[in-house]
Nanobody
Framework: VQHFVESGGGLVQPGGSLRLSCAAA????????MGWYRQAPGKEREWVAT???????IYADSVKGRFNISRDNAKKAAYLQMNSLKAEDTALYFC???????WGQGTQVTVSS
């Protein structure tokens, strides 16, 4: 059964940076796209970024130019480098592959002064 463990969240001031990590297991990691998603209080979960199996990355307009997604197939891991953080980036962040069969617990990112 595939599962995901997210880590690296925390409290950061506006303009700061965080690097999120995602450990995946239970499936053929390198054969699937990997994505990051987030859910703010009272809002629907939204897509943030995806890195395809071939390494191409795409981003939501709200994070383009500030966030960078990467993956390490040997470690079955994905990462989200978040720079120039804003208050509106505050959310619970999740990772998942394109199957989205189940979700991890997420890691909380809070941007506040």
């Amino acid at each position: 059964v595939q599962h995901f463990v997210e880590s690296g969240g925390g409290l950061v001031q506006p303009g700061g940076s965080l690097r999120l990590s995602c450990a995946a297991a239970g499936y053929f990691f390198s054969g699937y796209d990997m994505g990051w998603y987030r859910q703010a209080p009272g809002k629907e979960r939204e897509w943030v970024a995806t890195i395809r199996a071939d390494g191409r990355a795409i981003y939501a307009d709200s994070v383009k130019g500030r966030f960078n997604i990467s993956r390490d197939n040997a470690k079955k891991a994905a990462y989200l480098q978040m720079n120039s953080l804003k208050a509106e980036d505050t959310a619970l962040y999740f990772c998942n592959n394109d199957l989205q069969l189940n979700w991890g617990q997420g890691t909380q990112v809070t941007v506040s002064s």
